[in-house]
């Protein structure tokens, strides 16, 4: 591919072969539109739309991306080509002076938003890792996986008011849970407090009319691009809320996405097969195409006035259950997907300690300590600790990179007396 008349640092998560998605806004003009990263700025889309077909320009000209997102996969593709066309050297926007001058923003003077008004979320539990880690815990290893796990994508239905863009500081939450022991609950600040390692889609395309399932083979159509995630979890409060329906206010706390969605062409040199599934799934399931994706994943922890450390270093690999599987089981019943639909992996573990995706994991259920640099140590977040996950895939000198998903623990409410 040619090269951008945009500088590229050596190691950027943003070169020509990427261009994510996000929506930004900046101090002169706080009206928020769609931008592509390159290298250390943004391509302000509504800037230069009228340099794309005409088809394309009213979406591009939009607030967030869902408009963007319903369209089709070739219109998506029509929209990322003229995008590399028009970063490159001696195009017509290189050319144009005074259009590069106002469209081209470097990042340090923006501020990013949600990339999309999200209808609905739903995560899912598709890493075979992390639901044996669990069940372990729980069950113990003789019954770890439930008797469905392997048969259909476990998920549920989330809150999608309370996602929310990285570097939004989210609230230890009050809630009720059950001491050990104790036989009544309490109510009070949430005390095993948790991140989630996770990956995340947006759904796009025309969707799908009440009563119409999705083929399994036919639902690459729909995922416009992928992002980081952070499901925070409060691990106390949910043992106690959960059964007999699952999770409920112990995951509605708040839910971190990185701003940046990467488009699906960008991982295409990253395919990886499917991870292997036995026994053999149903036909509805049965996916002939790969879906998987080489995306390596680490997770930071920086407690307050302390530099970050690294903590959990997973990749996407490792997931069982891949998204056309979840969207071909999600409409399955005829359920009708909307564009800026969002869909999450569930905690991406992988098979050895330092992979873990949680901390729930990492010091196996509170009773292994986690050292950190300095001589503190962690068994759950405590106030003011941020968590910071990265993603990035890499091969032949190709790098493409999601930015960063941060998010910092503010203290609880004090408890209504």
């Given at each position: 591919?040619?090269?951008?008349?945009?500088?590229?640092?050596?190691?950027?998560?943003?070169?020509?072969e990427n261009l994510p998605y996000a929506v930004f806004s900046t101090q002169n003009n706080k009206v928020h539109r769609l931008c592509v990263a390159i290298g250390e700025h943004v391509l302000d889309l509504k800037a230069v739309s009228q340099l794309y077909p005409a088809q394309v320009q009213k979406s591009l000209q939009a607030e967030t991306l869902n408009e963007l997102m319903g369209l089709d996969f070739e219109a998506w593709d029509v929209v990322r080509t003229q995008t590399q066309k028009l970063l490159t050297k001696g195009s017509e926007l290189d050319q144009n002076v005074d259009l590069k001058a106002v469209s081209i923003i470097p990042q340090t003077e923006i501020s990013l938003h949600l990339p999309a008004q999200i209808g609905d979320y739903t995560d899912f539990y598709s890493s075979i890792h992390h639901a044996t880690n669990v069940g372990i815990m729980f069950r113990g290893p003789d019954n770890a996986l439930m008797p469905n796990w392997r048969h259909l994508p476990v998920g549920y239905h989330g809150r999608a008011s309370s996602v929310v863009v990285s570097g939004t500081p989210i609230r230890r939450p009050l809630g009720q849970t059950l001491p050990e022991g104790a036989e009544k609950p309490v109510f009070g600040a949430c005390k095993l407090l948790d991140f989630e390692l996770e990956m995340a889609f947006f759904i796009g395309g025309k969707g799908n009319q009440l009563g119409?399932?999705?083929?399994?083979?036919?639902?690459?159509?729909?995922?416009?691009?992928?992002?980081?995630?952070?499901?925070?979890?409060?691990?106390?409060?949910?043992?106690w809320e959960y059964v007999p329906l699952g999770p409920f206010t112990a995951k509605n706390l708040g839910t971190t996405i990185s701003p940046w969605v990467v488009p699906t062409?960008?991982?295409?040199?990253?395919?990886l097969d499917n991870f292997p599934q036995e026994p053999e799934v149903l036909p509805y399931l049965r996916q002939s195409v790969p879906f998987n994706f080489d995306i390596n994943l680490e997770v930071s922890l920086k407690p307050a006035d302390q530099n970050e450390s690294r903590i959990s270093k997973s990749n996407f690999k490792h997931l069982y259950w891949t998204p056309l599987q979840q969207i071909a089981h999600h409409t399955v019943t005829g359920c009708n997907l909307r564009p800026g639909d969002l869909m999450a992996s569930g905690t991406i573990s992988g098979e050895t300690p330092d992979s873990y995706g949680s901390l729930l994991e990492l010091c196996w259920r509170g009773t292994k300590t986690l050292e950190l640099p300095g001589g503190k140590t962690r068994k759950f977040l405590q106030d003011y600790d941020e968590v910071i996950i990265r993603g990035h895939c890499e091969k032949n000198g190709l790098r493409i990179g999601f930015g960063e998903c941060v998010g910092q623990v503010l203290p609880a409410h004090p408890v209504p007396q």
């Open positions: 591919m040619s090269a951008s008349f945009v500088p590229v640092p050596a190691g950027s998560d943003f070169p020509l119409e399932p999705i083929r399994v083979d036919e639902a690459w159509k729909n995922v416009f691009g992928f992002t980081l995630m952070n499901d925070w979890s409060a691990r106390d409060i949910q043992k062409a960008a991982l295409k040199p990253f395919l």
